[in-house]
C-alpha cells in the first residue's frame, strides 16, 4: 500500500484546511484509515480513523468537533476536514492503514504509513 498525503499549508487561526491522504491499491477499501500528527519535540499522536466501510469514525478529544473523517472508496481517497484551527494544531500530519482492524489509534497499531504534510496555523 503507497499513501500520499496533501493539503497541508498555512493558515491564520480560526481558519480550515482539508487534508487528503490519496492510496494505492485495489485493497483500499478494505482497510482502516488513520490520521497523526507530529508536532516539533512531541511524539505522534492520534488524530482521527475511519474504517473501511466508513460506519465508524475516532476523534482525539483535542480535535472532537472541529475535524472531520470521511471516504471516498471510488476515489482510494481520505479526507481531514479541519475547521476552527488553532496554533496548538500545528505539526506534520501523517495518514497511515492498519489492517484487520477497524480502527486505528495509536502508531504502534500502523502497518503502512504515507509521508507526511505540513500544516502550519498562525495565531
Known sequence: VQLQASGGG???AGGSLRLS??????TFSSYAIGWFRQAPGKER?????????GGATYYSESVEGRFTISRDSAENT???Q??????????????AVR???P???VPTQVDYWGQGTLVTVSS
Not at 45 to 53: C, L, N, R
Not at 82 to 95: G, Q
Open 103 to 105: 480502527i486505528v489509534v
Open 45 to 53: 499522536e492520534g488524530v482521527s480513523s475511519i474504517s473501511s466501510t
Open 10 to 12: 498555512l493558515v491564520q
Open 99 to 101: 489492517t484487520g482492524r
Open 21 to 26: 491522504c490519496a492510496a494505492s491499491g485495489r
Open 78 to 80: 481520505v479526507y481531514l
Open 82 to 95: 479541519m475547521n476552527n484551527l488553532k496554533p496548538e494544531d500545528t505539526a506534520i500530519y501523517y495518514c
